[in-house]
């Protein structure tokens, strides 16, 4: 069994209503192959699908919301966001100390109870293609 790693977001967040991707990629540093990236997704479609291909493979799948940037400074500011977080050094996911620095709630690995899933079945390709429809019709144009 592989790992799934999302974010844990309040239910009234407007990032659920983002487009999402899953990332996959080697559980163990041991494996070495460039990740695999999927979507954009609806998030609950997100979460079941990569839940699905993690059950049964040695896999680590992120699901992760897409940031629709529109302009440059959007971008720029966003870096600058990830540039601060990097230079305070957050815990490695795996490191005893990942519970104590303040970032819990932040990055956790995916908990069943505050899905809002149907069934933990994998969506079919029509419902997934719907999501993308839904996806397309909230980007900014």
């Known amino acids: 069994m592989g790992a799934l790693v999302t974010l844990d977001l309040p239910d009234d967040?407007?990032?659920?209503?983002l487009p999402w991707i899953i990332t996959f990629g080697p559980l163990s540093d041991d494996d070495e192959w460039e990740p695999v990236v999927c979507g954009p997704y609806e998030?609950?479609?997100?979460?079941s699908l990569a839940e699905a291909?993690?059950?049964d493979e040695q896999l680590m799948a992120v699901v992760e919301p897409l940031l629709p940037s529109t302009a440059v400074s959007e971008?720029?500011?966003?870096?600058?966001?990830?540039?601060?977080?990097?230079e305070e050094e957050p815990p490695q996911l795996g490191d005893e100390s990942f519970g104590d620095t303040?970032?819990?709630?932040?990055?956790?690995e995916h908990d069943h109870d505050h899905d809002h899933l149907e069934?933990?079945?994998?969506p079919t390709p029509a419902e997934i293609k719907a999501g993308m429809r839904r996806i397309a019709a909230r980007l900014p144009v």
Do not use: N, W
């Not at 971008?75 to 990097?86: F, G, Q, Y």
């Not at 069934?119 to 994998?122: A, D, N």
């Open 43 to 47: 998030r609950q479609h997100a979460l």
């Open 13 to 17: 967040s407007p990032t659920l209503d």
């Open 75 to 86: 971008v720029r500011d966003e870096i600058e966001k990830a540039r601060r977080l990097a």
């Open 119 to 122: 069934s933990s079945e994998p």
């Open 53 to 55: 291909v993690v059950a």
């Open 102 to 108: 303040g970032l819990d709630g932040l990055l956790d």
